[in-house]
């Protein structure tokens, strides 16, 4: 095989799983709460300039940055709960998806109030890695293994603890659930803290291989919710692989003609998919 | 509310002959077209149809007028119908598999989402002829300016007011027809209007069709009056919005309420940029989201609607 093609499958599949994160937070939430959070790149990009704020600006290690990331985005998520998602649970689906467009601006608009429309970098970079004849970027790499990591935390959760079943209980009927005695307020909660946890962790991962401006969003926000319909919205583990695939597709479109339309070729094969599989390419 | 619109269109079409300054008369047309654009957009969302593509609507027919009139000489005239052609012709590629397939609600919202994107990403990609990121201008032509479609500010106006009465009239006729009763059940039930024998896809490709048409006509005509075309601002998940928002503020269920929404987002706007200016980029979006938010929250059925609900709340039943 061409080394060159073969590097830009491993690069794919790297890129999947940074897609990855995102795409499971948002089925989380979507599962739970019945909500598509439009401005969920939003989020990740506020974690994003959070990283970079402390560890350029105020000086604190990286490890400590990316610790303090995690909690304020998760913040972030249950304040965006209680303040706009929950007075319009029982409006229009596209009502909500509508108010958290909206808030996808103000995030916008806030990050370019406060750090101006530059573009910032971490300035954290490690030599590549040559792995037979194909050259794998470090961060990358460990990006790809901690989101594996973090998607593998998420799983023993949902599988093995008491809140955790109770949202897989959740997402699978919301009307019987509350009558086994499970408040559904609270779990709303939990899942919302837990979708912005897993933008928390997105950003940190992504922290480290882009630079982040204001609009970074909406780079990769758009892709994460075609992502999350090919998987399925709301199946996790459709999700997780739609991510790698839709992430190869990127990556050898790249190889094969260039970045713009590779990304015009993955659109494409979203829109083919959902005429195919209206309920998702993993649906039962 | 159609004597209020023809009110409006008799004073709009007198207007210029006050002699008003440039500065008023160009905020006028950019109202006009764009509410055209979002009396469009309303015309599918308040049957519950949200489309966040109409981006892709709008692009589609800017770039093919500016392409045909840059690359083959052909006037706007011919070009406008052209790239609004063009502009329904995709919107019946997009729309007549999701309503086969029955692909709705948040589905139906993120498929039309990746259309706009797709647009907005093959205008950038195909930069030796769109000038990709950083825009196109439709070559000047100052001794041919009919044919061009290029005049000064009083002959745009009138155009406006034509393109914007035009949509109004399509509202209004889609209004007495069977059809928006037929859309109307549709919207409620699909199982149930299907029943009782309403030919369900056919009912929503027409609206569709109709509503991408009228949206891609206003984006035509805008980005021919600025005489400057950018995929930023005519294609992809930003522009979406902005119709949608726009929509939304004003009332997506009345005829006027989207234009009042463009005049209100306009207006809002101008006075971000006059009073910010440049010294508080980012201070527009910022409050722009929280209006949209506030909107949505407290004024569901936005300005119109709230006035509406006033005036007829005394009454028993609608």
Not at chain 1, 45 to 50: F, I, T
Request: charged letters at 10%; aromatic letters at 12%.
């Amino acid at each position: 095989m061409d080394p060159f093609l073969l590097e830009a499958i491993v690069n794919g599949i790297l890129l999947g799983g940074v897609f990855a994160l995102p795409v499971l937070g948002l089925n989380l939430v979507f599962g739970v709460v019945d909500v598509v959070w439009l401005c969920y790149a939003e989020l990740v990009m506020v974690g994003m300039y959070c990283v970079w704020f402390l560890y350029t600006q105020a000086g604190w290690p990286l490890i400590a940055a990316f610790a303090a990331c995690l909690p304020v985005v998760a913040g972030l998520g249950l304040l965006l709960h209680q303040l706009v998602v929950r007075p319009l649970l029982s409006s229009p689906p596209i009502t909500q998806v509508l108010a958290t467009g909206g808030v996808l601006f103000i995030l916008q608009g806030g990050a370019m109030l406060i750090f101006g429309t530059d573009f910032r970098s971490l300035g954290v970079e490690m030599p590549p890695m040559e792995v037979g004849e194909i050259f794998v970027s470090g961060t990358k790499l460990i990006a790809f293994v901690a989101a594996l990591v973090g998607a593998g935390l998420l799983w023993t959760f949902l599988k093995f603890t008491y809140v955790g079943t109770a949202i897989r209980a959740i997402a699978r009927d919301r009307e019987v659930m509350p009558l086994m005695g499970v408040d559904p307020r609270r779990i709303y909660l939990v899942a919302s803290a837990i979708g912005g946890t897993l933008a928390g962790l997105a950003a940190c991962l992504l922290v480290v291989q882009l630079d982040v401006h204001p609009f970074i969003g909406l780079s990769f926000g758009p892709i994460t919710f075609m992502i999350c319909v090919m998987g399925g919205l709301g199946n996790m583990l459709g999700g997780f692989l739609a991510a790698f695939l839709m992430g190869v597709i990127i990556s050898t479109g790249g190889f094969w003609w260039n970045t713009e339309m590779s990304y015009v070729v993955a659109f494409a094969c979203f829109i083919v998919v959902m005429f195919a599989r209206p309920r998702g390419l993993f649906a039962r | 509310m159609i004597r209020i619109a023809i009110a409006l269109f008799v004073a709009l079409a007198a207007l210029p002959l006050l002699g008003l300054p440039d500065y008023f008369l160009h905020l006028g047309i950019a109202t006009m077209l764009s509410a055209l654009s979002f009396t469009g957009w309303a015309l599918m969302g308040r049957f519950g149809l949200v489309s966040f593509g109409h981006g892709a609507f709008i692009g589609i027919a800017a770039y093919t007028m500016a392409l045909l009139w840059n690359e083959v000489g052909l006037s706007p005239w011919l070009g406008v119908p052209a790239g609004v052609a063009l502009a329904v012709a995709a919107a019946a590629l997009l729309a007549y598999p999701c309503f086969r397939l029955r692909v709705v609600g948040h589905y139906f919202a993120l498929v039309t989402l990746a259309a706009g994107e797709i647009v907005r990403i093959l205008i950038i990609a195909l930069r030796d002829h769109t000038g990709g990121s950083l825009g196109m201008t439709p070559r000047l032509a100052p001794d041919n300016s009919f044919a061009a479609m290029q005049f000064d500010k009083h002959g745009f106006w009138w155009l406006a007011v034509a393109a914007w009465g035009f949509g109004i009239l399509v509202w209004w006729w889609i209004d007495r027809s069977m059809s928006a009763k037929a859309l109307a059940a549709i919207s409620e039930d699909e199982d149930a209007a299907a029943s009782i024998g309403i030919r369900v896809t056919r009912e929503k490709m027409m609206i569709t069709l109709i509503s991408a048409g009228l949206a891609a006509l206003g984006g035509a005509l805008g980005a021919q009056y600025r005489l400057y075309l950018n995929p930023e601002s005519l294609a992809g998940i930003g522009i979406s919005l902005q119709i949608v928002f726009g929509a939304l503020a004003g009332g997506m269920y009345s005829m006027l309420g989207p234009t009042v929404g463009a005049a209100f987002t306009i207006a809002l706007e101008e006075t971000l940029r006059v009073s910010f200016g440049t010294a508080f980029i980012g201070a527009a979006p910022l409050v722009y989201g929280v209006l949209l938010v506030l909107f949505i929250l407290f004024l569901p059925r936005g300005i119109v609607g709230w006035f509406e609900r006033k005036r007829w709340a005394p009454r028993v039943g609608r």
